[in-house]
């Protein structure tokens, strides 16, 4: 048995240059047009570099960028569930070569041929928001999307703050970042996670997607896994999340402390990968599982409110998701990675142990209700955390975490998080 295949049916497509031809590039890079580009931007180009973004080798055209919102695939029918589009004040033309330029850190990304320019109107926007981000939730509404969203999506916040063109075209990527020197031994490239996977023989592998520290719900959802897979890849995301959000570097120890103490070592592999969070909930659920598939990924674990934003999204949304999805497009195009969904998941003192709903027959009384939204807003009041919300251990590191930090830090409850609607 062999893993899945990286998705697109041209094996693993990796725009990121070496050796010679990569300082080549570079040098000629300085004499192009520069153009700052955002951090999404940059995570988008880390994975087309590395092939996390198969069979991805550029931004997108606008028949892509319409299809994709549209029907959930590229123009040539491959599924791909959200836009990856680059955007610029600047007008550039058709044909001219550009480099693409990391402000923050004084550092050339990539190059670009640009094969097209296309203009984003404020209509085009709202109209890929509606199509990508708005949902099943209270917060989608009609009346009150428009209303609530460019206040407090910020995915929506992100496309509507987009300039006035996009333009597309292939890149050769000069950069990975320095994702490689923050986290030793946990960032990987897809084909580094691949050859992971292959020397313990694994062809069956689940992903567990991790933005929040990992908490006793996660574990379980990873040791389910374990149970039904040759093993599971713990798997963070290591570039930006919003303001008030745990560092990777702090919720990395969590997971290895967790790996040390509490699975068995042979059957879990840690890894982190260079994307922003796009908060694109369901959408972006599917994303997980698209670049997934390139990590050779064959299952992906989802569970309760997957990538959720505010209430704008139904708690199992991300799951029901998969079962709309376009399907037998052709071959190499189809979404092969495919989702495990877990029911909500808790700690019940009746069950003495994890259970979920599917398992658990007691009240929600008997149960500890389990969040990363309610653990983050008790740790940083100083606030007792709940038997079996945390493993101790994990709760000790985001405790030292929390009293390093100068400033108080918000913590805005959703309403999903606060009620406990079981
Ligand atoms: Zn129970």
């Known amino acids: 048995m062999a893993l899945v295949p990286p998705h697109g049916g041209k094996g693993l497509v990796c725009c990121l240059l070496q050796g010679a031809e990569l300082a080549a590039e570079q040098k000629k890079a300085e004499g ?24 991805l080798n550029g931004f997108m055209s606008k028949a892509d960028w319409k299809s ?33 330029f990391d402000p923050k850190k004084g550092v050339y990304m990539a190059t670009m041929k640009v094969t097209e320019v296309y203009e984003m109107t404020e209509a085009d926007k709202k109209w ?3 199509k990508v981000y708005k949902g099943q939730g209270e917060e989608s509404a009609d009346d009150k999307f428009w209303e609530i969203a460019p206040k407090d999506h910020p995915g929506v916040q992100m496309v509507m703050a987009q300039k006035k063109y996009n333009v597309a075209g ?5 950069s990975e970042g320095d994702y490689r020197d923050r986290f030793p031994g946990c960032y990987m490239t897809p084909a580094e996670a691949r050859k992971t996977f292959e020397e313990k023989g694994w062809s069956k592998v689940a992903a567990l997607q991790l933005r929040n520290p990992m908490h006793r719900s996660h574990e379980f959802l990873a040791k389910i896994a374990v149970e039904v897979c040759d093993g599971v890849f713990i798997h963070s995301l290591v570039g930006n999340l919003k303001p008030g959000d745990i560092p990777a570097e702090v919720r990395i120890k969590c997971i290895d402390t967790l790996i040390d103490k509490y699975f068995v070592k042979a059957n879990v592999v840690q890894g982190g990968y260079p994307l922003d ?13 698209t670049f997934r598939q390139n990590y050779g990924v064959s299952d992906m674990l989802i569970g309760r409110d997957h990538a959720g934003v505010g209430d704008f999204y139904g708690l199992f949304e991300a799951q029901e998701i998969f079962d709309r999805i376009p399907k037998n497009l052709g071959a190499g195009k189809d979404l092969v990675t495919q989702p495990m969904k877990i029911d909500w998941t808790f700690y019940c003192y009746k069950c003495d142990g994890m259970a979920s709903l599917r398992t658990c027959p007691h009240g929600k009384e008997d149960r500890v209700v389990l969040s990363g939204t309610k653990l983050r807003k008790a740790l940083s009041e100083g606030a007792p955390v709940a038997d079996h919300f945390g493993r101790d251990e994990v709760l000790d590191i985001l405790r030292e975490y929390y009293s390093s930090l100068t400033e108080k830090v918000e913590i805005k409850m959703q309403s999903h998080a606060a009620a406990t609607k079981m």
């Open 170 to 174: 292939p890149v050769k990527v000069l």
């Open 32 to 55: 192009l047009k520069k153009i700052d580009i955002s951090p999404r931007a940059k995570g988008d180009l880390i994975m087309m570099g590395i092939g996390g973004f198969s069979p």
């Open 277 to 289: 969070m796009r908060y694109a909930g369901p959408r972006e659920g599917l994303l997980h599982a």
């Open 128 to 130: 890929e928001c509606e």
């Open 68 to 100: 994709v919102c549209e029907n959930f695939t590229l123009a040539d029918d491959t599924f791909w569930p959200v836009p990856v589009t680059l955007d610029m004040d600047e007008e550039v033309k058709v044909g001219e070569e550009i480099a693409l």
